[in-house]
């Protein structure tokens, strides 16, 4: 037998019979090399209650060569894209190491949610957030995994809102989104201009308006 | 590891401390053999035996000469530590070459050294003392057997160096131990175990998970172990698609490095390599491998530069060129010796799947001018000879030409912006009132103000003295000027680029025409040969040229500058002369008249070109060049002399 496709059967069972891990492993389509895994966020976390899907793409010269994971699920985390799900960490690049397998990656991953590394970003706006006011960036985090990772307090949300708040899901503060969507300013453009400008926390005082206003003229 | 003892340490810094000594005369005779061996170079350009001052010494080396010179490092490495080639090799990669610095710091702490470069295991935390004096003991002992005996018993490889192993496995990966050895605290490390698990416990491959009972488990010396298969999918892997030379351990975490007789035996041995590998991914690893190592040397060696052909595997040594100061003095252009593209390395990529022995028909014409010299710049990344202008000059002007600032050079020139919604506009006739197309935004073209304020009657604006409204024009009317201006060189670059290229063009129609006259008349094969030689002095004399207004478009102004544009319009004289005499028709019974000629004018030409090359030469080693722009490694220009 094909030693790429014994290898990730047996990986597949291994990940089966391990009960105390949470992770599972599932195909997406027929091909046994196209997976979906996931895993709990991370207790203590704001990640914590949330379920994370990984994409899990195993090249043809695995396990010599890394596999390829990007999340699913959408995650506010410095080292995850927020746009693309892809992320940044050594193991999937050059520390890869062939025995490593899809379940010790994932609990990586897993650890990546506990330990964030905002100075190798691979999404630098929310790094900068993460920076600027960690407590602000948990907020979002908590929100992000409220919303599309199923994390606690999923119902209240939607029951109360009916809509994603746009304002939380960047990460700002209401009032900040409000006063410029009063000058007269599209309200989706306002949220952009403020989350590129990480108008948040310490750095409101550092920006001052006319750059704001200055930032939405030109966008 | 901890078998490293502080007796040994001493004897052997003594040792070496002479051979550190003997090892630096070695390098001074050797620096003289290579001067020596240039003078005799056939390899060198120059046609006459003096020496150009635009020219610069230097050598070509073929891929197992630059082989020879590291297992020279290698050997050296090896008398000095007392270790293996292997480990030599291994110690020296991880030191980038740097032998010096190398050995300082194997004296000063052997152990960190070896553990760093992935040829040792790292000692555990705490080392008991009981253990230390059991390594001295055992340091006496010169057999290898005992050492590794020693180590199984206090690391993790009990299973694998059990001694059911057989003696032929073990005899194929580690060589039957050699002599004498004093310092023999990493000999034993060399010795990659090929070993067999006692028949009763299976083995199955941490990898691949195969348990299949033939399997061979097989390690490094850090004992982590996976089926030999593994082993070489892994390697393979890492040579063909990471470009790796330095093949780590399997195991995450661990950071041994594979030996290259343990790359060998595992990619080509009949003993190791697993026998449903593909025995060409085999060859090709190894051999990319080999070629890998003597990338690393002459990378990692400033008097090196590897030849940037494809398909090329020739070194070229200019010690001359090593630092990167000489080059504002200099123009380091050097050839490998080699032409043309390799047909093995083209017909490869052409028919790889095609069977072998098949011969390949090369679809590049067969004029013997497209066998172009490997000719290229030891000194910047520039791949063709970028004579006379030195390289940081060169790398300016190709990156002036390359991006697009002169595209927005061009629309500042042209357009405005519509000062609504920062459309950029380009007025194409047609009255001052001006309407946005995009954002139906009325304005004036002149001041760019609302038209509104304009009034309905009158189409004149009354603003266009206002002093903004003239700053403008004076930024547009600059930009615009340094656009010309650049034009102007860019032109007569392309231009002359353009024409070299066509007269290869034009020489292989001749060539053609010239073989039918050898067969039609009487005149002989070196009697025809008078154009091939002026086609070459063309095409080198444009490439000169070429970057002549390279090199003029970044001159201050003065009195430098006029000469070196007087040497330049000669030089471009000739050349369109004798470029016009080339393309006269050829008549056989005109045929002796137009000889004569050429071949006047070509050493004309070739004269002129000689004296712009010397020239500029000389006036990079006199630092009489002023530039108009900071250039790396120059002066700053005073102000005055600065354009933008």
Same mark, same amino acid.
């Not at chain 1, 976390?45 to 914590?48: D, G, I, L, R, V």
């Not at chain 2, 056939?42 to 035996?49: K, L, T």
């Given at each position: 037998m094909d030693a790429r496709l014994r290898r990730v059967n047996k990986e597949i069972a291994d990940c089966k019979n391990d009960? *105390? =891990?949470n992770i599972t492993l599932e195909l997406i389509d027929n091909s046994p090399f196209h997976l979906k895994g996931s895993f709990p966020g991370p207790e203590g *976390?704001?990640?914590?209650g949330g379920l994370f899907e990984v994409d899990i793409v195993i090249p043809d010269s695995y396990p010599f060569q890394p596999v390829k994971m990007k999340f699913i699920t959408k995650v506010y985390h410095p080292n995850v894209s927020s746009a693309s799900g892809a992320i940044c960490l050594d193991i999937l690049k050059d520390?890869? =190491?062939?025995?490593?397998t899809l379940k010790s990656t994932l609990i990586s991953l897993q650890s990546l949610l506990c330990s964030p590394e905002p100075n190798d970003p691979q999404d630098a706006e929310v790094a900068k957030h993460y920076t600027t006011s960690k407590g602000s960036f948990d907020e979002t985090a908590r929100y992000w995994t409220q919303i599309y990772a199923g994390g606690p307090g999923t119902k209240e949300v939607k029951g109360l809102r009916g809509v994603k708040d746009e304002v939380a899901i960047a990460g700002l503060e209401k009032a900040h989104v409000d006063q410029f969507e009063g000058l007269g300013f599209p309200r989706n453009k306002v949220i952009d201009v403020l989350r590129r400008l990480n108008y948040r926390g310490a750095n409101v005082a550092q920006i001052s308006e006319d750059r704001v206003v200055e930032e939405l003229l030109k966008s | 590891m901890s078998d490293y003892d502080i007796s040994d340490n001493e004897a052997d810094y003594y040792d070496s401390d002479e051979m550190m000594e003997d090892y630096q005369n070695d390098d001074d005779q050797d620096e003289d053999d290579m001067e020596m061996d240039d003078y005799n170079d #056939?390899? %060198?350009?120059?046609?006459?035996?003096k020496q150009k001052s635009y020219e610069v010494d230097y050598k070509s080396l073929s891929q197992s000469s630059v082989e020879k010179t590291m297992k020279e490092d290698v050997d050296h490495i090896c008398g000095i530590f007392g270790v293996e080639p292997a480990i030599a090799s291994l110690l020296l990669r991880h030191a980038d070459w740097n032998k010096e610095p190398l050995i300082e710091r194997y004296m000063e702490n052997a152990t960190k050294v070896l553990v760093d470069a992935g040829v040792a295991i790292p000692e555990p935390v705490a080392e008991p003392t009981p253990v230390r004096t059991h390594h001295s003991v055992d340091k006496l002992s010169t057999g290898s057997a005992s050492r590794r005996s020693t180590r199984s018993s206090s690391k993790l490889l009990s299973s694998l160096t059990s001694p059911t192993r057989s003696s032929a496995q073990k005899s194929s990966f580690s060589s039957p131990s050699s002599s004498s050895s004093s310092i023999s605290a990493s000999k034993s %490390?060399?010795?990659d175990k090929l070993s067999e698990e006692p028949e009763q416990k299976s083995f199955t491959c941490p990898i691949c998970f195969d348990d299949s009972p033939s399997l061979k488990p097989l390690s490094l010396i850090c004992g982590h172990p996976a089926c030999s298969g593994c082993w070489n999918a892994y390697t393979v892997s890492k040579i %063909? #698609?990471?470009?790796?030379?330095?093949i780590r351990c399997m195991t995450e975490g661990c950071a041994i490095v594979a030996p290259d007789d343990f790359i060998h035996d595992i990619l080509l041995s009949d003993a190791a390599a697993p026998p449903d590998s593909n025995p060409d991914d085999n060859q090709t690893a190894w051999v990319r491998f080999q070629e890998l190592l003597v990338r690393s040397f002459v990378g990692a060696n400033p008097k090196l530069k590897f030849c940037p052909y494809p398909g090329c595997t020739n070194t070229v040594s200019c010690p001359a060129a090593a630092s990167k100061s000489v080059l504002t003095t200099m123009v380091p252009i050097v050839s490998c010796g080699a032409k043309g593209i390799p047909k093995d390395a083209s017909a490869a990529a052409a028919s790889s799947s095609s069977s072998s022995g098949v011969t390949t028909v090369t679809t590049t014409p067969p004029s013997s001018l497209y066998d172009k010299e490997h000719v290229f710049c030891f000194g910047c990344p520039i791949e063709s000879d970028h004579r006379p202008v030195v390289c940081a000059v060169a790398r300016l002007w190709l990156k002036k030409c390359e991006d697009d600032s002169e595209t927005a050079n061009w629309i500042k020139s042209n357009t405005k912006e519509c000062s609504q919604c920062q459309s950029t506009i380009e007025k194409n006739g047609g009255c001052n009132h001006m309407t946005c197309k995009k954002c139906k935004y009325e304005f004036c073209w002149v001041c760019m103000g609302p038209w509104s304020e304009h009034g309905t009657a009158w189409y004149s604006c009354n603003r266009y003295d206002e002093k903004g409204g003239v700053e403008a024009r004076d930024a547009q009317s600059r930009s615009r000027a340094s656009l010309e201006r650049y034009l102007h060189y860019y032109n007569r670059w392309a231009n002359h680029e353009q024409s070299a290229k066509l007269s290869i063009e034009l020489y292989a129609k001749t060539e053609k025409k010239m073989e039918d006259m050898q067969i039609t008349s009487s005149l002989t094969w070196i009697e025809v040969q008078f154009m091939r030689k002026a086609v070459e002095v063309v095409e080198r004399c444009r490439s000169t040229l070429k970057w002549t207004y390279a090199m003029a478009y970044y001159l201050a102004k003065g009195n430098e500058k006029d000469l070196f544009e007087d040497n330049q319009r000669d030089l471009e004289k000739a050349v369109e002369d004798l470029s016009e005499l080339l393309e006269s028709p050829i008549e056989s019974e005109n045929i002796p008249v137009l000889r004569q000629k050429v071949t006047d004018k070509t050493v004309y030409v070739q004269k002129r070109n000689e004296i712009v090359l010397e020239d500029t030469a000389t006036g990079f080693q006199d630092g009489r060049w002023r530039w108009n722009v900071s250039v790396d490694g120059f002066e700053e220009p005073p102000e005055e002399l600065m354009v933008n």
């Open positions: 009960r *105390t =891990s *976390t704001p990640y914590q520390a890869w =190491s062939p025995v490593l | #056939d390899f %060198r350009i120059s046609a006459g035996s %490390r060399t010795k %063909r #698609d990471e470009a790796e030379h330095c």
